[in-house]
């Protein structure tokens, strides 16, 4: 049966979406109820699965970085075994059993060319269901999944809840020493299964003195190294399908039609990619209806784009690192994101 979130817990997650790691005393007022109040509802919201806050690098921020998406064709009914292993290798950012078209979609980040090469022509294939592959690499990442917002909040909650988020945040300032690459990914780590992970908290992890961790994560969060992302099982939002279009673009197109889709609620992914399908966006949307309302409008806004196939996600079993069940709730196991080269930019 599908668990539908009351609006004071979608307001809840709105509002984490905006500043994921504002304290409960300063979002009590902005919401309507007590800090105690909501401390115990994200219990609630996070014990049954039906949000998380994740970490993980920025984007294309790492020297030499690769981020890809691989088809996979494997044949549904002996690709257990496969789908297990790819959700344990943290590689495999995200994966989506499509429709059509091919039976598994992979988002894949490495530190490097060769290390995608080495998982899509030795690794892959050493699993008998793998009966092909089809690789695009990803040379411009435009919008991810953090960007995506609920609608539960007017415009004055959120412009408060924003602004929570500026309190003491001066980009650019000096770092602490101790903050190391090294230091820089271990935070990430801890973060990447908890993103409101307290210092001490993450100090007790990692053995280490609170007061540094706290002065560490202070300059990682403002480094604006790391992304924050509070995510919501999909089955429990009004917007419970994903749709994939393919498209094929112009290069010099791609700004022009990116700035378009940026005006739709909906977008949860666009990337331009190499291959004949040189231009990926994906949605979120409320019903199959709206898949065909939706490619219209973007057909008219954007006449040069050729769409080559849509495809709907029939079900998510990772997303950024975190399992998901066949309802779409997270299972409490993550792989930490990020290769051992990612470095702090600056």
């Known amino acids: 049966m599908r668990e539908v979130l009351t609006e004071s817990e979608l307001a809840l997650i709105h509002a984490l979406q905006v500043t994921p790691r504002a304290s409960w005393s300063d979002l009590a007022p902005i919401l309507g109820t007590t800090a105690a109040t909501l401390a115990r509802r994200w219990q609630s919201i996070t014990e049954r699965g039906l949000a998380w806050i994740t970490a993980y690098p920025a ?54 060319l060769d290390e995608l090469s080495g998982l899509v022509l030795d690794e892959l294939p050493g699993f008998a269901t793998v009966q092909s592959t089809q690789t695009h690499t990803c040379t411009a990442l ?35 020493e101790s903050l190391t690459d090294a230091v820089a990914r271990s935070l990430v780590g801890e973060l990447t299964g908890n993103g409101r992970a307290s210092a001490p908290e993450i100090a007790s992890a990692l ?16 480094s604006r190294a790391v992304v924050l992302r509070c995510e919501v099982a999909q089955e429990a939002t009004r917007w419970p ?38 231009f ?12 065909l309302r939706l490619q219209d409008w973007l057909e008219q806004r954007a006449p040069d784009l050729d769409v080559l196939e849509s495809s709907v996600t029939l079900r998510s079993r990772k ?28």
């Open 280 to 291: 990926l966006v994906s949605m979120w949307v409320s019903s199959v209806p709206d898949i």
């Open 319 to 346: 997303r950024m690192g975190w399992e998901l069940r066949a309802d779409g709730r997270a299972t409490g196991f993550v792989t930490s994101l990020g290769g051992s080269s990612w470095t702090l930019p600056g």
């Open 142 to 176: 435009h919008v991810e999944g953090s960007r995506w917002r609920l609608d539960s909040l007017d415009s004055t909650q959120l412009s408060a809840i924003a602004a929570l988020g500026r309190v003491g945040d001066k980009p650019g300032s000096t770092r602490p």
């Open 59 to 112: 984007p294309l921020t790492g020297s030499g970085s690769i981020t890809a998406i691989i088809e996979v064709n494997c044949g549904r009914a002996d690709s257990a075994d496969l789908v297990d292993a790819l959700v344990r290798d943290p590689r495999v950012v995200s994966i989506e059993h499509a429709a059509r078209g091919r039976d598994l979609v992979l988002t894949v980040q490495t530190s490097t």
């Open 207 to 222: 053995g280490r003195p609170a007061s540094s961790v706290r002065r560490q994560l202070a300059a990682l969060l403002r």
């Open 241 to 278: 399908i994903t749709v994939t279009w393919w498209c094929r673009l112009p290069v010099q197109a791609h700004h022009e039609v990116v700035e378009i889709l940026r005006a739709r609620p909906e977008l949860r992914l666009c990337m331009s990619l190499t291959g004949p399908a040189n």
